[in-house]
């Protein structure tokens, strides 16, 4: 570790999600400091690198990754490139943050974390944010307090305002509802065991070839039914909600009620637009957790095997968006590491 301990992490991909990561890391986080960046756009990650003391650019993770500079990475590339610059960072023994998706399918996720055990320890977190935002960390409190009783179902809300071109249906369960995968299995303490997904006609906003919205339904090993909205084009804001209905209660978070103004004969408020606004907090929790862990020399959060078990959901829901059918998932026996 660099300057008295503090970390120098390698920042890999600077799209919309690593770019915030480094303002993050330079400007919010305590403990560590930005000192590789890496993008196949060479022009975009020196562009980074020269506002930012003692970062060097690279276009290849492996050699940010084998600098001396370097001692953990943190992964913001797309899901396709995160499982060859994963097993990189275990050849140098580097703890990493990885953003979600882990990989994107099943099969390299098995692959990523047959390396990690052969590593013999945890090196990965795996960035769901939502397990580090404030008001879900109150409702999975309250959920794992049982005061309500055992929650029966949860009612999720998933919508945001538009999407980038390229994006498809399979996209919607990979990139989007795989958040709700994570934290169904995150509050409830249950793995998810069939998912079925209904198709409403599409809204007249959806671009072509995009069933949005859809609703996905899962049914966990303990009993409990979640329904998730996705609605990846409603066009008035970024909303993130999740209601869990328990024995004697219910409970809600993300209504986003955090001022609520009266004139004129209305009353209201703002709806954020992104998840980077929505969930600023979060991420910056969730990365100073990880710096902290990190120059403890611990490892914290979502593990490989949540990341796995989110990509085995996906995948049987992916199969289910296509045939309309109730599918089950199959996920291979926890590994020891993981328990
Ligand atoms: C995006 O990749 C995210 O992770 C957002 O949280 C999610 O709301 C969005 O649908 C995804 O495309």
Known sequence: ?????????????????????????????????????????????????????????????????????????????????????????????????????????????????????????????????????AEYLKLKALLDSERFGRTLMLHCKHRNVSTPPGFTNQMMINDSVVHEIDTTRWLLEQEITAVTVLRPTPSSGAPEALSDPQLVLFETSGGSVVDVEIFVNCGFGYQVQCEAVCESGSARVGDGHALVSNTAGRWGGDIDQDFVTRFEDAYDREVQR?????????????????????AAVCEAGVRAQATGARTVTSLIERPALYR
Not at 80 to 92: D, M
Not at 298 to 304: A, R
Request: glycine letters at 10%; hydrophobic letters at 40%.
């Open 1 to 133: 570790m660099t300057k008295q301990g503090t970390l120098g992490v390698a920042v890999i991909g600077t799209g919309r999600m690593g770019a915030d990561h480094v303002r993050r890391i330079n400007e919010v986080t305590s403990g560590a400091r930005v000192a590789a960046v890496v993008d196949i756009d060479a022009e975009r990650a020196k562009q980074l690198a020269d506002r930012i003391d003692g970062c060097t650019a690279y276009t290849d993770p492996a050699a940010a990754m084998g600098s001396p500079d370097v001692d953990a990475a943190l992964i913001a590339s797309p899901g396709p490139a995160h499982e060859a610059a994963l097993l990189k960072a275990f050849e140098r023994d580097l703890p990493v943050l990885c953003e979600k998706p882990l990989t994107p399918d099943a099969d390299s996720a098995l692959r990523v974390m047959e390396a990690e055990q052969k590593a013999g320890h945890r090196l990965v977190s795996v960035g769901f944010m939502r397990r580090y935002d």
């Open 290 to 310: 990880w710096v902290d862990a990190t120059r403890r020399g611990t490892v914290e959060g979502p593990s490989t095997w949540d990341g796995y078990a989110a």
